[in-house]
């Protein structure tokens, strides 16, 4: 019992491994297709969020900036900036106050550089009175906005362009002289912290969601493979012999063929195992039937003392005559038990079918003088053909032996040959005491026999037609019969030319 648990544990884990489980399929592709968009969502969500927050930050600085910039124009800071006249000072104090406040406002650092890249106010102050020299200052002098997102050193670093519109006469800013640059640096801290948050959250909702689809996954693999596990479990209950029912399992389309299937299989299987059981109580029925005439005949003689040797000879005659009798159903029995070996190979040769019938025909003969049947024999042409002759000479034999045998005094057998490019035909007719039409059907079963006392009466065992229909079948060849009765019969055999192997 151990053994065989570890065993279905075993075959269940490498199932799982190999994926060939449907249960463990379908687990993994809820857990694919619930996760993934999942993970891609809270990714695309703070994405999203930080492109937008960078966005936002760098326009509501530069709207800042443009408003100093006009102050800067305004008071000609860019040209004054060393002055010290009064006025100047104070209008340059009131702007540096409105630099100090937006660099302290967006955590970062203003520089105005003018025209010639000198840095004239640095709101760090360590700056003042350098040259930079640097690509985003001189495009942003030839009136660009730059902007660059450093991720990685949490700041947004852009350029402003101080544009003086006056300059150039023109209304528009684009057409006016860029005076100078703002370059301002500005640190990104709160978007971080906001995202950093957003993530949290996520997170916490991704995993909630993790675990909902892994516990759904879960269930709906186990839900969704049950009436798999319902049909095995029937069908190893018919196994086991709990049942002979049929089985059912409607749940699904799937399940409902599958099990149809296997119902089909199982009713098959019990048509043959009928049919099988029917061969055996046909047989030992047979077979028992010339042993009770042995010992009948053996008792009786028993029985009367001192019987006279004529009457000793007269039942020891009945007596060999069942015997033969017996042994012709053996024989006859084991001719159908070796047809029915599938795999029993055809001893296939090309033969002279015509030169083989007159030689069947030469050895029945005498059987028919007795009755006084005439046997004629008519050809259409030489008929060569690839077949079993040990099966062959059985089929003939035994059909021209029956139309002998259920033959009237007087009668003829007619054996006819003829063949196309296909196949040749072989057909026996007779005026014999024919076949009733609903007996047709049933002459080739195994003991079949239209009367049953004449037919011992002649020597028939009811396993001739069995024999001939096997032996045709295996050589893909047809059989028919019509037949009147008190008339005669008619059996035709069409057996191919060349032998179709499979
Ligand atoms: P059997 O050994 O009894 O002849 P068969 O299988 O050869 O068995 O034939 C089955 C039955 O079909 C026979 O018992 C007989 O009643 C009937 N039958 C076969 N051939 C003929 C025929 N040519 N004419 C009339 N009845 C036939």
């Not at 029937?234 to 409902?256: F, K």
């Not at 009786?300 to 000879?313: F, K, T, V």
């Not at 003939?396 to 029956?402: A, F, G, K, P, S």
């Amino acid at each position: 019992m151990g053994e065989k648990t570890f065993a279905k544990i075993w075959g269940e884990v490498k199932a799982f491994l190999t994926l060939r489980s449907l249960k463990v399929r379908i687990f993994v592709i809820i857990l694919i297709v619930g996760i993934i968009p999942s993970v891609f969502m809270r990714a695309a969500i703070v994405d999203n969020y930080e492109e937008r927050a960078v966005d936002y930050r760098i326009s509501s600085v530069q709207n800042q900036l443009l408003v100093v910039s006009n102050h800067l124009l305004n008071n000609n800071y860019l040209v004054t900036y060393k002055s010290d006249e009064p006025a100047y000072i104070s209008s340059r104090a009131v702007i540096d106050a409105e630099l100090e406040m937006i660099s302290n406002l967006y955590e970062g650092r203003v520089m105005i550089i003018d025209s010639r890249l000198k840095v004239i106010k640095d709101t760090y102050g360590i700056s003042e009175g350098k040259t930079i020299i640097s690509e985003e200052v001189i495009r942003c002098l030839r009136g660009e906005n730059t902007y660059n997102y450093d991720q990685e050193h949490g700041y947004i670093e852009m350029t402003t362009p101080i544009v003086d519109s006056s300059a150039a006469g023109g209304e528009e800013k684009s057409s006016g002289k860029v005076a100078g640059v703002m370059l301002t640096s500005i640190s990104n801290g709160s978007i971080v912290e906001m995202m950093e948050s957003l993530n949290r959250n996520s997170l916490v909702i991704e995993e909630l969601m993790i675990v909902v689809i892994v516990a759904l996954a879960l269930v709906l693999s186990v839900v969704l493979t049950k009436p798999f596990a319902r049909v095995t479990e029937a069908v190893n209950e018919m196994s086991a012999g709990y049942s002979d029912r049929e089985i059912s399992v409607p749940d699904y389309t799937e399940t409902s063929q599958i099990v149809d299937a296997f119902n089909q299989l199982m009713r098959q299987m019990k048509v043959l195992d009928d049919s099988r059981q029917e061969f055996v109580a046909n047989v030992s029925h047979e077979l028992k039937t010339p042993m009770a005439s042995v010992k009948v005949l053996a008792d009786s003689l028993l029985m009367q003392e001192n019987a006279p040797a004529e009457l000793y000879r007269e039942f020891m005659e009945d007596i060999v005559s069942e015997i033969d009798r017996e042994n012709r159903i053996i024989t006859d029995l084991l001719a159908l038990v070796k047809m029915d070996k599938k795999a029993q190979e055809l001893n296939i040769a090309a033969l002279n079918i015509n030169d083989l019938t007159e030689l069947i025909l030469k050895r029945l003969r005498p059987i028919a003088r007795k009755k006084d049947v005439e046997v004629v024999f008519e050809s259409m042409r030489t008929v060569v053909a690839e077949v079993d002759e040990v099966k062959i000479t059985l089929v003939m034999t035994n059909l021209v032996e029956n139309s002998i045998k259920y033959n009237k005094e007087h009668g003829w057998v007619k054996v006819e040959l003829d063949a196309d490019h296909q196949f040749f035909t072989f057909r026996v007719s007779d005026s014999g005491l024919g076949i009733p039409e609903e007996e047709l059907p049933h002459i080739y079963e195994r003991f079949y026999r239209v009367d049953k006392s004449h037919s011992r009466e002649i020597g028939g065992t009811g396993l001739g037609l069995a024999i001939t229909k096997s032996a045709v079948l295996m050589h893909r060849g047809s059989i028919t019969a019509t037949s009147v009765e008190g008339e005669g019969s008619c059996f035709t055999v069409r057996i191919p030319l060349t032998y179709i192997s499979q």
